[in-house]
């Protein structure tokens, strides 16, 4: 399981290779073309491509019959009624190569986002970490140690009421700097990084909570016995800008996937 | 689908399942970045299928709205389109050259017990047929309710007066008038001008008129396609690929200069490190000038051992035993320019050792992408290959040239027929559910073809089949009558009282013993002269001396005479025209072959008293009607002069009907009882309009038929 949010090296190699490119369009750019592809492939040899075809060709004769006998209201209402079964017979028959491909494209998409989810913190800028406890004595018990680089620059402020600590915090140089919080006689830490073009980002560290923490955390599991839960950064979102119209890196890699995976489609001949 | 779920179940079988299904279920179930992360085969999954919704929603939507607005215009245009109607529906089913002596003996032997229930409940009547007995004109009467000079088809073939050649009577195609060069491509701009030499109006236009759908599939001479209220597929004479009637395609690599008589082309496969090549020849590169056809490649690895090959034809590959066919494969011929011929064709493995020998049907045009419209609109034809898959769109799509000249066998041809048959029973069915109200109408050649081609089967001493004991001859036209009369039995399971059936052919069959050359005949009795030193000519006239010629064959029955100032070098003066006729009616009347004894003529009709019309110009001068057994020669029906004029028919092609009409009546069987004794095709058409209401044109020839009784719905033989 911690393989899952701790990347094998081969596997981190490749989006290191990635990470070299400095420009995360470029990134999203070249990753939708390449999963494109793959994807394509992919649906191609784990699909019935005879079947689907059939099935494709099917919806679109009945779409044609509804056109055909457009004054036969019987036979434009069956044919409406054939469409419908004809949709869910051709999403059945996509449903296992479907599967095939959204396993490993959300391990990679998982893996992407920590570079490219948000940007790291700017340096001198003001951010937040937010600790939640299990229990409110633990609020009183907790303590936060910085490295040199890292300045409070407010003091805590203690939310009782959902068992959450809130430091402002400023980091006055480069790098990945570990904040540590001690409570209940243990001591748990929490990675920052600030300034950097593509660092790898963990926005948060979880405490159990499998499948939330392989979605959105890059950090080990913090112990089982540990009185805190969870310790968050509020890194800014990054947003690629694309003729002046910024959006998040994903809206991108879908549209973008899905023009390359319909080019290839054509040029390969695979039916999807 | 069985294999999906199979596939599904495993997924999700074994030790790792519960932790497989949460993750599946949390990577869909998850919240918007999850969703993204699904990529893009989920995105075209359900864009797609989303797609087809919304179309479809939208057009019934639209539909639905303003079907009210449509249905009242159509009100206030005709008022009640079947309120005069005595049937809600006619369906009429051609079964091409079915015989109605062969079909009252075989009922008789109890092996058509729907078409017996029909002739006792309903008609069963000979079906007088149009001079000559030929389906593109019986056909054409059919559907017009007129008589050969007023729907100007005579043949399949029409002679040219300018230069004694034939051409197509049905269609003229002919490639955009205008070309725009560079450099050594020749690009064609505009559209292909296809245009109907046959004249008339079909009466599913009149039932269109008074808003009555039609469906009508595979009737012949129906292409180009014409526009109406209704759906057609157009039948007999649609060309392939090539613009023929038909060009298969034999790829062997056996070492051969014969050429094909007709039908057929030969090319050499080469075979080199265990795979064999060669290519399927398509149409004239319509880019390039001089470059010649276009052509398909393809490769084969034979597997000698397991008696079969691999093939590789473009993006698709498959494999075929010995003796097996291939689905249709898409034939795709690139002249470069972006210029691309779309169609689909056959591959049968005849033989892999020791020679590899493959036949390659005609291409056919590629219902889902037509090139030429075969259909009306023209996207019935693309709805109908992606409700079936592809399918024949060739008019004459029985490849009977392959058999004649032996490159398929009887099983080969046979299959190759019958899958084109099924793919017309399921058309005929689909139509029949989609039309309820109205006219439905099919067309059936492969009664006609096999015919054609087993008839010797049927005979003790047919010389095409006498190195076949007659206890050993295959029972394939008893099959092919018994495999009709199921196919009724089905269709009369989808109608009521309310719908009236019709089965019709456009002729009868007849044996074809012996074939007669009458170009021969006129030569040897001093009408048609030869150039000097010549005893024989070549094809289509090729030694013929016009100067000295006064009378001349083409085609299946027509004669002309080769006049003054009609020809362009006729010799017959037009006031000796009469004359002639009269001398060479009386000569060939009766005709005795000496080698039988038998008449080899029953009837020389002259063509000003069976035609009437604005089109008699351009009908032949005489109909020969040859007696039963004979038939024109293959060499005089391509202007050949032989030395002999009689002589054995030793080609598959052992049964005909392009004799003496009266000795070939079609059948008439029906659902309800009509009192007339002695109908004939061209009363069809006005019998439907009656019968839907309507008034008849008055320039029809036939007359409409009457009604005894509306029976009750007929119901199939148990």
């Known amino acids: ?272 | 689908m069985k294999r999906l779920l199979h596939c599904e179940r495993r997924l999700f079988a074994g030790g790792g399942a519960h932790a497989t299904r949460v993750l599946l279920i949390a990577l869909i179930f998850l919240p918007a970045l999850a969703h993204a992360y699904a990529g893009p085969g989920a995105g075209f999954a359900v864009l797609s299928s989303f797609w087809a919704i919304f179309v479809a929603f939208l057009y019934s939507f639209y539909a639905l709205m303003t079907w009210p607005f449509r249905q009242l215009f159509r009100f206030l245009r005709r008022r009640n389109a079947y309120g005069k109607a005595t049937f809600e529906r006619a369906v009429i089913l051609g079964f091409d050259g079915m015989d109605p002596e062969l079909a009252d003996r075989f009922m008789k032997e109890g092996r058509l017990p729907n078409l017996a229930k029909l002739r006792d409940k309903g008609t069963f009547r000979k079906l007088r047929t149009t001079f000559p007995a030929i389906s593109p004109v019986a056909w054409s009467t059919f559907m017009t309710g007129v008589n050969p000079g007023k729907h100007n088809i005579y043949d399949f073939l029409a002679c040219d007066r300018n230069s004694y050649l034939p051409y197509l009577s049905s269609a003229e195609i002919k490639g955009p008038k205008r070309h725009i060069k560079i450099g050594k491509y020749s690009i064609p701009f505009g559209k292909t001008e296809i245009k109907a030499m046959r004249k008339g109006t079909p009466f599913w236009h009149w039932l269109g008129d008074a808003g009555i759908f039609s469906s009508v599939i595979r009737v012949p001479v129906t292409f180009p396609p014409e526009k109406f209220q209704g759906v057609l597929l157009s039948g007999m004479c649609v060309p392939d690929l090539k613009g023929s009637q038909g060009t298969f395609c034999f790829c062997t690599t056996r070492a051969s200069n014969d050429k094909f008589r007709e039908g057929g082309v030969r090319v050499p496969i080469e075979r080199k490190n265990g795979v064999c090549r060669s290519y399927v020849p398509g149409p004239d590169n319509p880019v390039k000038e001089n470059a010649g056809e276009v052509r398909m490649e393809f490769e084969l690895k034979p597997d000698v051992g397991s008696k079969q090959a691999r093939f590789t034809v473009g993006s698709e590959k498959f494999t075929l035993k010995v003796g097996e066919y291939s689905e249709w494969i898409t034939a795709e011929f690139k002249a470069g320019m972006g210029f691309t011929a779309h169609g689909i064709c056959r591959f049968y493995l005849k033989e892999l050792s020791p020679e590899v020998e493959v036949y390659v049907t005609p291409v056919n045009i590629d219902p889902g992408h037509p090139d030429l419209p075969i259909s009306h609109p023209v996207t019935y034809s693309i709805y109908l290959a992606k409700l079936f898959g592809p399918y024949a769109t060739l008019g004459l799509a029985e490849d009977t040239w392959a058999l004649n000249e032996h490159v398929l066998d009887d099983d080969a041809f046979l299959a190759q027929a019958y899958g084109n048959h099924e793919d017309r029973e399921r058309m005929l069915f689909d139509a029949l559910d989609k039309t309820k109200q109205g006219l439905c109408t099919c067309v059936f050649d492969t009664t006609d073809r096999i015919q054609h081609m087993f008839w010797r089967y049927l005979e003790e001493d047919h010389p095409a089949a006498r190195d076949v004991p007659h206890s050993e001859h295959p029972q394939v036209i008893q099959d092919l009558y018994e495999r009709m009369d199921r196919l009724i039995g089905r269709v009369m399971e989808k109608i009521d009282e309310d719908t009236l059936l019709m089965v019709i052919s456009d002729h009868g069959f007849k044996s074809f013993a012996r074939c007669m050359n009458v170009n021969a005949w006129l030569h040897q009795n001093g009408y048609l002269a030869l150039k000097e030193g010549k005893t024989e000519s070549g094809d289509w006239f090729e030694d013929v001396d016009w100067s000295r010629t006064r009378a001349y064959t083409m085609g299946l029955n027509g004669l002309y005479l080769n006049i003054k100032g009609r020809e362009k070098q006729g010799i017959v003066d037009p006031s000796e025209v009469e004359a002639l006729k009269a001398e060479l009616q009386k000569a060939l009347n009766g005709l005795v072959d000496p080698a039988s004894g038998a008449v080899s003529i029953t009837g020389v009709f002259i063509a000003d008293n069976v035609y009437r019309g604005p089109y008699t110009e351009n009908s032949p001068d005489l109909i020969v009607g040859y007696g039963a057994g004979y038939r024109a020669s293959w060499d005089s029906v391509m202007g050949k002069v032989t030395s002999q004029i009689f002589e054995d028919n030793i080609k598959a092609w052992s049964g005909d009907h392009c004799i003496d009409p009266r000795l070939v009546p079609g059948v008439l069987f029906s659902s309800h009882k009509f009192i007339e004794e002695k109908p004939a095709i061209v009363d069809v058409a006005p019998t439907i309009l009656k019968l839907f209401g309507l008034a008849l044109p008055a320039h029809f020839d036939g007359k409409p038929w009457t009604l005894a009784t509306k029976a009750a719905a007929v119901t199939p033989a148990s």
């Not at chain 1, 986002?113 to 951010?127: C, H, S």
């Not at chain 1, 937010?130 to 229990?135: I, N, P, S």
């Open chain 1, 1 to 272: 399981m911690t393989a899952l949010s701790n990347p094998t090296a081969g596997y981190a190699a490749a989006i290191a290779a990635f990470a070299l490119l400095t420009s995360p369009l470029a990134i999203v750019i070249v990753l939708s073309l390449v999963v494109g592809l793959l994807m394509v492939v992919l649906f191609g040899y784990t699909s019935d491509q005879k079947a689907i075809g059939i099935a494709k060709d099917q919806l679109k004769a009945h779409l044609l019959a509804v056109r055909l006998y457009r004054d036969q209201i019987p036979v434009v209402m069956g044919s409406y009624g054939k469409i419908l079964r004809g949709t869910g017979r051709y999403l059945k028959l996509a449903f296992k190569p479907l599967l095939y491909v959204i396993i490993p494209i959300t391990l990679l998409m998982v893996q992407v986002d920590r570079y490219l989810g948000q940007t790291p913190i700017a340096v001198n800028a003001p951010f937040l970490l937010t600790v939640h406890t299990a229990a409110g004595e633990a609020l009183n018990e907790a303590a936060l140690e910085l490295p040199p680089e890292i300045t409070m620059t407010a003091p805590p402020v203690h939310v009782v009421a959902e068992n959450q600590i809130v430091w402002r915090l400023s980091g006055a140089k480069d790098g990945k700097y570990a904040l540590r919080i001690s409570a209940g006689g243990q001591s748990v830490e929490k990675a920052v990084c600030i300034g950097g073009d593509l660092p790898r980002i963990s926005t948060i560290r979880l405490r159990g909570k499998f499948w939330e923490r392989m979605f959105s955390s890059a950090e080990s599991a913090i112990p089982g016995d540990s009185p805190i839960e969870s310790m968050s950064v509020n890194y800014p979102d990054r947003d690629i800008s694309v003729a002046g119209y910024g959006m998040n890196w994903i809206w991108m890699f879908f549209i973008l996937s899905m023009v390359a995976g319909f080019v290839f489609k054509e040029l390969l001949g695979i039916q999807i």
